[in-house]
């Protein structure tokens, strides 16, 4: 299983942005699937998650309300639209897929919120 991130990038405060993260090798349905970050000098945080239906969803505090996740089992594909974007959110965002007794972690897209 290989999982691929995109959509990150360069933005001002207040921005909106969508990640994607394509999943290769395995079937996304199969997958409970989430979205960390890491920010330098940082651990790797939690961000969102969701399971295998797309019915349940949960969040760190500090994006509730600002960003959603989702996926699109048909395009192997999970999603993190962002919104109203913060300097503090600034860090590289992994996908990470789980599936009792294994788990895949992607390689990473670079957000910066500029101030």
């Known amino acids: 299983v290989q999982l691929v991130e995109s959509g990150g990038g360069v933005v001002p405060t207040g921005a909106s942005l969508t990640l994607s993260c394509s999943l290769s090798?395995?079937?996304?349905?199969?997958?409970?699937m989430g979205w960390f970050r890491q920010a330098p000098g940082r651990e790797r945080e939690f961000v969102a998650g969701i399971g295998w239906s797309g019915t349940m969803t949960a969040y760190a505090d500090s994006v509730k309300g600002r960003f959603t996740i989702s996926r699109a089992d048909a395009k192997s594909t999970v999603y993190l639209q962002m919104n109203n974007l913060k300097p503090e959110d600034t860090a590289a965002y992994y996908c990470?897929?789980?599936?009792?007794?294994?788990?895949?972690w992607g390689q990473g897209t670079l957000v910066t919120v500029s101030s």
């Open positions: 090798g395995g079937t996304l349905s199969s997958f409970a």
């Open positions: 990470y897929a789980w599936v009792v007794g294994s788990e895949y």
